[in-house]
């Protein structure tokens, strides 16, 4: 399929277009009102689109059986609508890897992906700046920091950036230190935030990053540099910090962890889940992505939802469901290495397709990080991984069926 201007507009753009739509949410026209409906909807209707014009590729298989199987469980929801408006966000997020598959096939487009990520950086910023200058906040741990209504959704997209960011920096190095401060910033504002898990994901995946990599020479000096420039600049945003820390001192004492929801909700679901007491709510789960007041007892619980992305599918899609998810997961990680070896059987070692590689498995690992603190509803941080890792496998899968790949790779990752 050839990607129409309009249709690759609207791909590089769509993240851009969901941040500001959630960003005002609430702010300059009603959460639940006409917008909340209208822009979700045609972001899918342009998702669906795209789908319905491209090729078949067994890869995709998996993903649009797995969007079958939960759609049908939904069907079974004591309230349809509720899970219905879950499962549409699910499905947007999972459907944009081949979509970005399709569209993403040269190193050209490939470098506009990145282009993409680094505005969402600036929009985050910018967004960040704005709310704390007009004070106004929806989420957040106390009121000395505020994202506005960029609470999770933001952080943990810029926790994928700021992984994906040595990639960027090979596309766009003339403008390196400009890109590098920009996610010293961002990294910064995720710090003062404390939002542990954002944190936990960057710290995490540039681990991955460390042990994927062959030569780590570069990335331990851009390390040092980086831990250097953030301890020279402590004193900027030290107090801020410590009045963070002080509005959740009670998450950071002895035996914090007991007492927190995420820890409690999985000793219930797992308890209930693994006695199959109730085969099939065991194996196929129930009331999928409407889970407040459907698991536990109300006095333990008082209708709050599941958190933990594996709690949230173990309850609703069962060990059935659960075990589809991971299949799907692997079968996109199989694709990238058939890919990547024969990459390399044509062109060897080289920087970039170091770092590309090491940066996908960075990508790809990190979900199952943010996971286990949620989010598999939100928009924008699971199309930027989707995004990224459907473009790779897209421009591998393209270079794979050129006539000169060889010449090609050579040409376009000279170190």
């Known amino acids: 399929m050839k990607a129409a201007k309009l249709d690759k507009f609207f791909f590089f753009n769509f993240i851009l277009i969901y941040f500001i739509y959630i960003g005002l949410a609430g702010i300059v026209f009603p959460k639940q009102g006409a917008v909340s409906v209208v822009v979700p909807g045609l972001a899918l209707l342009f998702i669906l689109r795209m789908i319905f014009k491209s090729d078949f590729y067994k890869f995709s298989l998996w993903i649009y059986s797995y969007i079958a199987f939960l759609g049908l469980l939904i069907l079974f929801s004591s309230d349809v609508f509720a899970s219905f408006k879950t499962f549409l966000k699910v499905t947007m997020t999972f459907m944009i890897l081949p979509v970005s598959f399709q569209i993403v096939r040269n190193?050209?487009?490939?470098?506009?992906?990145?282009?993409?990520?680094?505005?969402?950086?600036?929009?985050?910023?910018?967004?960040?700046?704005?709310?704390?200058?007009?004070?106004?906040?929806?989420?957040?741990?106390?009121?000395?920091?505020?994202?506005?209504?960029?609470?999770?959704?933001?952080?943990?997209?810029?926790?994928?950036?700021?992984?994906?960011?040595?990639?960027?920096?090979?596309?766009?190095?003339?403008?390196?230190?400009?890109?590098?401060?920009?996610?010293?910033?961002?990294?910064?504002?995720?710090?003062?935030?404390?939002?542990?898990?954002?944190?936990?994901?960057?710290?995490?995946?540039?681990?991955?990053?460390?042990f994927s990599l062959k030569k780590k020479k570069k990335l331990i000096k851009g390390g040092v540099a980086i831990l250097a420039l953030l301890i020279f600049s402590f004193p900027l945003y030290s107090e801020t910090l410590s009045e963070q820390i002080e509005n959740r001192s009670n998450r950071f004492q002895a035996n914090s962890i007991e007492k927190e929801g995420r820890y409690r909700e999985t000793i219930i679901v797992f308890d209930q889940i693994f006695s199959f007491k109730d085969v099939p709510y065991s194996i196929f789960g129930k009331e999928l992505f409407n889970s407040p007041g459907t698991y536990g007892t109300a006095s333990d619980w008082n209708g709050r939802q599941l958190h933990s992305d594996y709690n949230v599918l173990l309850h609703g899609s069962g060990l059935l469901g659960i075990t589809l998810y991971f299949l799907v997961q692997g079968v996109i990680l199989m694709t990238f290495i058939r890919y990547k070896r024969k990459i390399l059987g044509l062109n060897g070692y080289s920087k970039k397709l170091d770092y590309l590689n090491a940066t996908f498995y960075a990508v790809f690992l990190l979900s199952f990080v943010i996971s286990l603190s949620g989010g598999i509803n939100g928009v924008i941080f699971n199309v930027l991984r989707y995004s990224f890792l459907g473009s790779v496998l897209g421009l591998y899968y393209s270079i794979l069926k050129m006539p000169d790949a060889k010449s090609y790779l050579i040409k376009n990752l000279e170190n």
């Open 107 to 210: 190193f050209q487009l490939f470098k506009r992906m990145n282009l993409t990520f680094i505005l969402l950086m600036i929009l985050y910023l910018i967004n960040f700046i704005v709310m704390n200058s007009l004070g106004i906040s929806f989420k957040g741990y106390g009121d000395d920091i505020t994202t506005g209504n960029i609470f999770s959704e933001g952080l943990n997209a810029m926790a994928y950036a700021l992984i994906i960011l040595p990639v960027i920096l090979f596309f766009f190095n003339k403008r390196k230190w400009w890109i590098i401060l920009l996610g010293i910033v961002v990294f910064v504002t995720l710090v003062v935030s404390l939002k542990r898990i954002s944190i936990l994901a960057v710290l995490t995946g540039y681990m991955i990053l460390f």
